[in-house]
């Protein structure tokens, strides 16, 4: 899977939006990305993904860069349960067998303000 | 989406013992796989696990050490052999989901002393 680059911390108060960068210059266009985001003391959960277009769920928005060399996911009023450490990660549509599993990178540690 | 149930949640072992942690799918998952995340680390995985077949190990994992069982659909287990404190870690079972998603278990934090 392609590499992607984020960065070690971001900090924001509570009640803003809050947009997280992920730099993913070799993409290769069947990856999807993904964002997964770990609370302290438990396991990761699932945030978004997309492909090419820009997504929005219930938990944030995800805005792809046109080229796809970066994406940002946006959460738009982030309150301290938001506090986590947030995984950018690309996953090849292809994939298959035993190459499936997710690889996670050290990801950023988000910190709330209140 | 589908609901993990990872046993036992913490456990604290003597070193040169094993411990099998289990992991309980409330449905039929084609894909499941072991992470492994060591203190202040990401995670890394272990393996995918394979029903009916022999699990696939990432590099750096090896079956004599990290046994795996995937007898069905819905569970699977990972047992951590002749541990070391080295080993003292979270261990995560997942499953990749319908739509894309990967469902994370609540973890098995593993301390060896």
């Known amino acids: 899977d392609a590499k992607t680059t984020q960065p070690n911390s971001m900090e924001s108060n509570e009640e803003e939006p809050v947009h997280l960068p992920c730099n993913h210059s070799?993409?290769?266009?069947?990856?999807?990305i993904h964002w997964y985001r770990q609370l302290p003391s438990q396991g990761p959960e699932y945030v978004i993904h997309g492909l090419t277009s820009n997504v929005n769920n219930r938990m944030a928005s995800l805005a792809i860069a046109e080229d796809r060399k970066s994406s940002t996911l946006i959460l738009h009023r982030a309150t301290l349960r938001d506090a986590a450490v947030y995984y950018c990660?690309?996953?090849?549509?292809?994939?298959?067998?035993?190459?499936?599993?997710?690889?996670f990178g050290k990801g950023t540690h988000l910190i709330i303000q209140p | 989406s589908a609901v993990i149930s990872q046993k036992p949640s913490r456990d604290i072992c003597q070193r040169g013992t094993s411990l099998t942690i289990q992991c309980q799918v409330d449905?039929?998952?084609?894909?499941m796989f072991w992470y492994r995340q060591q203190p202040g680390q990401s995670l890394t995985l272990i393996a995918t696990a394979n029903q009916g077949s022999e699990a696939t190990y990432e590099s750096g994992f090896v079956i004599d050490k990290f046994p795996i069982s995937r007898p069905n659909l819905t569970f699977s287990t990972l047992t951590v052999s002749n541990m070391s404190p080295e080993d003292s870690s979270i261990y995560l079972c997942?499953?990749?989901?319908?739509?894309?998603?990967?469902?994370f278990g609540s973890g098995t934090r593993l301390t060896v002393v």
């Open positions: 070799t993409i290769s266009g069947t990856d999807y």
């Open positions: 990660i690309l996953r090849d549509v292809y994939s298959g067998g035993g190459a499936d599993g997710l690889t």
């Open positions: 997942t499953i990749k989901g319908p739509l894309g998603g990967y469902t």
């Open positions: 449905s039929q998952v084609t894909m």
